[in-house]
């Protein structure tokens, strides 16, 4: 029995192994393969075409992911100096310590001490 995940990795192995034969054929057999079935156009266009809007894609993608840092950083807002945090958890551990510590109990009487027969 396949798992989920073995699954969907499977599937996209398949889909990406499928596109890239597909890609590369358009690429590189467009005049023998591809051109007498449709007639679409010269083959100098179609390879610029295939080669363009990929890196057109990736172009856009990179920037998209460099103005979400970006955004990231401009809309966070910045960390406590690390002296400020030590002042914080040594507070916490002095008040942990008062609120622990015993108060202080009466003395307890001792008890006579058992005479020892001769």
Not at 29 to 40: A, C, D, M, T
Not at 45 to 59: D, E, M
Not at 99 to 112: C, G, L, N
């Amino acid at each position: 029995m396949v798992s989920k995940d073995q699954a969907i990795g499977g599937a996209i192995l398949i889909v990406c192994t499928v596109v890239a034969i597909v890609y590369l054929v358009a690429l590189f057999g467009y005049e023998q393969l591809i051109k007498p079935w449709f007639n679409v156009g010269s083959a100098v266009t179609v390879q610029y075409w295939l080669i363009a809007l990929p890196v057109l894609i990736a172009f856009v993608t990179i920037l998209f992911i460099g103005a979400w840092i970006g955004w990231t950083m401009a809309t966070t807002p910045p960390p406590k100096p690390i002296e400020e945090i030590t002042t914080e958890i040594e507070d916490k551990k002095e008040a942990e310590q008062t609120v622990s510590a015993p108060e202080e109990t009466p003395d307890i009487e001792e008890k006579p001490a058992i005479k020892k027969k001769k």
